[in-house]
């Protein structure tokens, strides 16, 4: 039998974007917070552990000295602890208050949507994650930011290439080189964009945060917008569209939850918050140790990386009953958009984002359902979604 020390030295990046599930099973079980030498960071794996970890800053810092997210994007509210993430959240929060989203967020979602369900048109199958999820999303938030022009190809690519940098944490430099790139590529593009928000401002979120005076600091400099706009589209990007992947990946593969949803489609909030708890987007939050302390029996020293993983989290049988169940009907908070006070600012927009266009999504195909000659495969332990998704439906 193989230790546990042995185990985590066996980990693979490869095993870990495959199916990281059965990895952090047994981490939790046999040991909840796990230096795992692949991806150069200690694991904690259990809820309790996990909220602990997000709640203390004063003993996990999010200024990660080797975070790949700082060396992607620069310095950004999601590394940042105090005043210093308080100041930049200060003028992204308002517009991302559920209200605030509410009042807004329809009326740019669903003819987005609408014109992809369009496209569909006389049609009897497609793969979803390309033609519908993927740049729903995307256009939808490009939208919100005031980022119109870019189209959706450009800006899915643009994630594709930060999300290599952001979850880089073996360091491969060719990872690391096609983050690079697009990320002076995004440089390039937004800069005109800024300088006309600067004279003609919008009630774009970028508009917002070159023009917000936080209470202290003064207003966010041009490289501390650029390095939020890059997190933006990274985290707000990804997650939606992934997370409405997800979700329908999770309706079609359990028949009678999905009826449940189509006889009473008020249970769709609930089937979109359990497929997010379930296989969660997005998998980590990544702190570093500030003094000695200790963790579920485990010394940790000043300086440690640790990553506190929340799709583990999600699945933590000492906190959810039956967590590798898919339950619509489960009652309780996740934490797919994070805990404590890193929680994703733009959470109550991604909802809508995930939501609208699969409530859409059901009414419009009759008969959808997952092709049985084509499989669905999910990848990754970071940022986590299907590879493809392609479907069948009755044609009108």
């Known amino acids: 039998m193989t230790t546990t020390t042995d185990f985590a ?25 796990c230096q795992v030498p ?22 996990f810092t999010a200024d990660v ?11 950004n509210m999601l590394t940042l602890d105090g005043e210093a993430q308080r100041r930049i959240r200060a003028t ?43 740049p ?24 594709g290439n930060l999300a290599l940098g952001g979850a880089n944490f073996e360091g491969d430099p060719a990872k690391q080189s096609q983050a690079d790139a697009v990320s002076a590529e995004i440089d390039e593009a ?5 300088d006309r928000l600067e004279q003609e401002p919008t009630d774009g979120v970028l508009s917002h945060m070159l023009h917000t005076e936080p209470p202290t600091g003064g207003r966010l400099s041009r490289a501390e917008v650029m390095a939020n706009l890059k997190l933006i589209l990274l985290g707000g990007m990804q997650e939606p569209g992934h997370g409405l992947g997800i979700a329908l990946w999770a309706l079609l593969g359990h028949p009678d939850a999905l009826s449940d949803v189509r006889k009473d489609p008020a249970l769709l909030r609930g ?11 997005v998998g980590t939050q990544t702190r570093q140790v500030t003094q000695r302390t200790e963790i579920a029996g485990v010394t940790l020293e000043e300086g440690e990386v640790i990553a506190a993983v929340l799709a583990s989290a999600n699945q933590d049988d000492r906190h959810w009953d039956d967590p590798g169940r898919f339950d619509i009907h489960r009652k309780g908070a996740h934490a797919a958009f994070g805990l404590g006070a890193h929680h994703c600012a733009g959470a109550p927009l991604a909802r809508h984002e995930v939501r609208l266009p699969l409530e859409l999504l059901l009414e419009r195909l009759p008969g959808l359902r997952l092709d049985p ?24």
């Not at 000295?65 to 310095?75: E, H, K």
């Not at 729903?136 to 994630?159: E, I, K, M, P």
């Not at 000659?373 to 009108?396: Q, T, Y």
């Open 9 to 33: 030295g066996s980990i693979t990046v490869e095993d870990l974007e495959r199916d990281p599930f059965p990895i952090y099973a047994r981490l939790r079980d046999e040991s909840p917070v």
């Open 38 to 59: 692949a991806v150069g960071l200690t694991l904690v794996t259990r809820w309790e552990d996990v909220q602990h970890v997000a709640t203390h800053p004063e003993l």
């Open 65 to 75: 000295a080797s975070s790949p997210l700082t060396r992607t994007l620069g310095q």
């Open 92 to 134: 992204i929060d308002p517009s991302q208050r559920p209200r605030a989203v509410e009042a807004y967020a329809p009326e740019i979602i669903r003819p987005i949507a609408e014109r992809h369900l369009a496209a569909l048109a006389g049609r009897a199958s497609a793969e979803l994650m390309a033609e519908y999820c993927e």
């Open 136 to 159: 729903v999303s995307v256009l939808s938030l490009g939208a919100v930011l005031g980022l119109g022009d870019v189209d959706a190809d450009t800006l899915r690519r643009w994630f």
């Open 190 to 194: 937004v800069s005109p964009l800024l």
């Open 271 to 281: 089937a979109v918050e359990e497929a997010l708890r379930w296989h969660s987007p």
């Open 373 to 396: 000659e084509r499989p669905v495969e999910l990848s990754g332990w970071e940022f986590r979604a299907p590879l493809h998704l392609h479907v069948l439906w009755d044609p009108a």
